[in-house]
């Protein structure tokens, strides 16, 4: 089995910054992908921002600019470095991985909630 932890999230006003992690442990022989999605309340899960084990990156468009996703082989970590925080970007933001064990699965974290408020 193969588990994301997530960490980073919390209240900062708007212009702040805020710096997720994820992490992946378990039985891992390679992970395709890492991405963050977010959902906030009455509205569905979108895609923020993710990245191939090749390095390259997408990003939803309001996301550009401002957010840097990057990630370390090395610890099967992923990070989401979020600049110019504004309140629309208030949502649960979800670790996702494509990760192959004895099978290609698609993992999640269990979410950390960001607010942007002043």
């Known amino acids: 089995q193969v588990r994301l932890v997530e960490s980073g999230g919390g209240l900062v006003q708007p212009g702040g910054s805020l710096r997720l992690s994820c992490a992946a442990s378990g039985s891992i022989l390679v992970i395709n992908a890492m991405g963050w999605y977010r959902q906030a309340p009455g509205k569905e899960r979108e895609l923020v921002a993710s990245i191939t084990s090749g390095g390259s990156t997408k990003y939803v468009d309001s996301a550009k600019g401002r957010f840097t996703i990057s990630r370390d082989g090395a610890k099967n970590t992923v990070y989401l470095q979020m600049n110019s925080l504004k309140p629309e970007d208030t949502a649960v933001y979800y670790c996702?991985?494509?990760?192959?064990?004895?099978?290609?699965?698609?993992?999640w974290g269990q979410g950390t909630q960001v607010t942007v408020s002043s």
């Open positions: 996702n991985a494509v990760v192959r064990t004895s099978y290609t699965g698609n993992y």
